[in-house]
């Protein structure tokens, strides 16, 4: 059985941006396109939220990104969701202005999904909040995936 991958926005901008001029962000793609060539050892999964973000901004750039996910199953944003991102919020876990990063986690979590891949280590792939999250989940009986960037779950073996 494949493991499940909710695929965060961020790893899907990397994907399919005009090379970036910075070498940080030439090295997220590049790591994110090696990554991608895994891709089916994996069951990949998305959100509307995802699929909402995705589609914002020029129109050209966001019609490549959903392309790309044009086969991706979409889970949906139920309360349940909706209940644990606010909470993550309200609770000053996430900061309001993450709100959506708190949408990514809960659907995430809700669909007990095996990793959630993501480049937004400010409010997602981040040690400190990753710790507060599991600490709330853990006391309404859920379970934080593995939150992850491409880099960690691509492995030794399969970097170039």
Not at 77 to 99: F, M, R, T
Request: glycine share 4%.
């Amino acid at each position: 059985m494949k493991r499940k991958v909710y695929i965060e926005t961020s790893v899907i901008s990397y994907l399919t941006a005009r090379p970036s001029k910075t070498i940080l962000g030439a090295a997220h793609q590049q790591i994110t396109l090696a990554w991608w060539q895994t891709r089916n050892q994996y069951e990949l999964l998305v959100s509307e939220s995802v699929l909402r973000e995705c589609g914002a901004g020029d129109t050209s750039a966001a019609q490549k990104r959903l392309d790309v996910l044009s086969d991706v199953p979409l889970l949906l944003i139920n309360e349940q969701v909706l209940n644990i991102a606010e909470a993550l919020v309200d609770q000053g876990i996430v900061p309001s202005k993450a709100a959506e990063d708190a949408l990514h986690i809960a659907v995430a979590t809700v669909y007990a999904v095996d990793y959630l891949l993501t480049w937004n280590c400010r409010h997602i792939a981040n040690p400190e909040m990753q710790r507060s999250i599991a600490a709330y989940l853990e006391q309404i009986g859920l379970f934080l995936p593995f939150i992850c960037t491409p880099e960690e779950l691509l492995g030794e073996e399969n970097a170039e």
